[in-house]
């Protein structure tokens, strides 16, 4: 008989094989809440350096609306990465690509 493991746990190892943490992980999931998945395909998260967080851009409209919504953004993970025992803070969006 063949023994089923749960998808988290298989999520979990790939992770781990990719060296991917569950913070970071997390972090992606945390921008995809706040941004919303279609916004969160056209604004796309490519990692984090020191306080900042860097993006990749679809096109100028994005890079627009970026701007103009980036404090707000910066609150809402900020506060999602605070009430999930995360002990950071990011001051700035960077875009690095477009």
């Given at each position: 008989m063949e023994k089923f493991?749960?998808?988290?746990e298989i999520?979990?190892?790939?992770?781990?094989?990719?060296?991917i943490s569950e913070e970071?992980?997390?972090?992606?999931?945390?921008?995809?809440?706040?941004l919303g998945k279609d916004m969160?395909?056209?604004?796309k998260l490519c990692g984090i350096k020191n306080d900042e967080l860097l993006?990749?851009?679809?096109?100028?409209?994005?890079h627009h609306h970026l701007k103009l919504n980036q404090n707000e953004y910066l609150q809402k993970i900020n506060?999602?990465?605070?009430n999930n025992?995360?002990?950071?803070?990011f001051k700035k969006i960077k875009v690095v690509k477009k």
């Open positions: 493991v749960k998808i988290d999520i979990k190892k790939l992770l781990k094989k990719y060296g970071l992980k997390f972090l992606y999931d945390v921008w995809e809440l706040v969160a395909e056209k604004i993006v990749s851009v679809e096109s100028a409209i994005y506060e999602l990465l605070l025992n995360f002990n950071c803070e």
